[in-house]
C-alpha cells in the first residue's frame, strides 16, 4: 500500500491553487546500489490525472527524471469554495494512490 498523499486546495477569486506532496521513491533505473553495484529496478509514477467536481482538469505523464517524493502545484479557473478535488497517480509496476479533498 501507498503512503498518503498531502494536500493543499485554496481559492482566491475563481482560481484554485492546488498542491500536493506524493511519497513515492521516483527510481529511475539508472542509479546502482552502492553495496552491491547492481541497478535499482526502475520504479516511478507515469501517470497523474486531477479532477474537480469530477471534470478532469490535469493529466499528465511522467518519468524517471522526477524527483523522489514530487510535489505537484497547479492553478486551476473557474473554482470556487466547496469544490472537490480528486489527485492520483499510477506508477510503472501497476501500484496507485489517490487523494480527494476540498477546496477551501
Known amino acids: 500500500m501507498a503512503e498518503p498523499m498531502k494536500m493543499r486546495a485554496t481559492v482566491s477569486g475563481d482560481v ?6 506524493m511519497n513515492h521513491p521516483m ?3 539508472q542509479r546502482k546500489d552502492a553495496k552491491t553495484g547492481q541497478l535499482i529496478p526502475a520504479h516511478f509514477i507515469d501517470e497523474v490525472h486531477a479532477t ?3 471534470k478532469p482538469v490535469l493529466d499528465a505523464q511522467w518519468g524517471g527524471g522526477v524527483s523522489k517524493n514530487p510535489y505537484l502545484g497547479f492553478k486551476v479557473k473557474g473554482a470556487k469554495a466547496g469544490d472537490k478535488v480528486e489527485i492520483s497517480w499510477k506508477d510503472n509496476k501497476g501500484e496507485s494512490n489517490k487523494i480527494d479533498g476540498v477546496v477551501s
Do not use: Q
Not at 484554485?16 to 506532496?21: E, N, Q, S, T
Open 16 to 21: 484554485a491553487d492546488i498542491k500536493v506532496l
Open 27 to 29: 527510481e529511475s533505473g
Open 52 to 54: 474537480l467536481n469530477g
